[in-house]
């Protein structure tokens, strides 16, 4: 028996062009996956934090003059995260926009004069202090300093605390 050739089955015939491009394209858009997942799972392994050529995290904010806020009020720092409090006794706070339940950010509301957490309704008084659970502890602080009669905050240090104590606050000279 003797083979005949059909069109369709030429061995010498060469791959079509339109399945040459789309064997490329599969294999470029596989390539470009690898790398994606390659990128994703080194991101996720390396630290992404680098030390600053100091070695700290220093971001100092300078918030204002002292006489600029009024005593009992709170100030709100959005490009530094955090709540600056004025207290009733001329002293400062500057505390965390993060509730320390799950990490919501908390606003003030200056009508009841509290922090109020609109995810799981934690309440926190103006020194940050627990007034209402699931949050087990007082908001966190960032160092406050006074010099020259100029408030200045250090926004890229949170210190983790779990009451309020007077020698958190920081008084002006």
């Known amino acids: ?18 399945r040459r491009f789309l064997n490329w394209l599969w294999g470029g858009l596989g390539v470009v996956a690898t790398a994606e997942g390659l990128w994703l799972v080194a991101s996720y392994l390396l630290d992404r934090k680098r030390p ?13 003059a002292v006489e600029a806020f009024t005593p009992n009020t709170v100030s709100a720092f959005p490009r530094g ?8 006794d001329g002293g400062f706070l500057a505390l965390s926009r993060r509730c320390t339940h799950l ?34 502890r007082a908001l966190d602080i960032h160092p406050v300093t006074i010099e020259n009669g100029i408030v200045r905050v250090d926004a890229g240090r949170v210190m983790q605390r779990g009451v309020f104590r ?8």
């Open 1 to 18: 028996m003797t083979q005949t050739a059909t069109p369709n089955h030429r061995p010498d015939k060469e791959i079509p062009p339109r």
């Open 52 to 64: 600053s050529a100091g070695g700290d995290s220093e971001v100092w904010i300078e918030a204002g």
């Open 81 to 88: 995260r955090f709540y600056l409090a004025r207290l009733e």
């Open 103 to 136: 990490g919501c950010t908390v606003p003030w509301n200056a009508e009841t004069h509290r922090f109020e957490c609109p995810c799981h309704s934690s309440v926190f008084d103006i020194r940050g202090e627990v007034l209402r659970s699931p949050a087990q």
């Open 166 to 173: 007077p020698d958190q606050v920081v008084y002006p000279e």
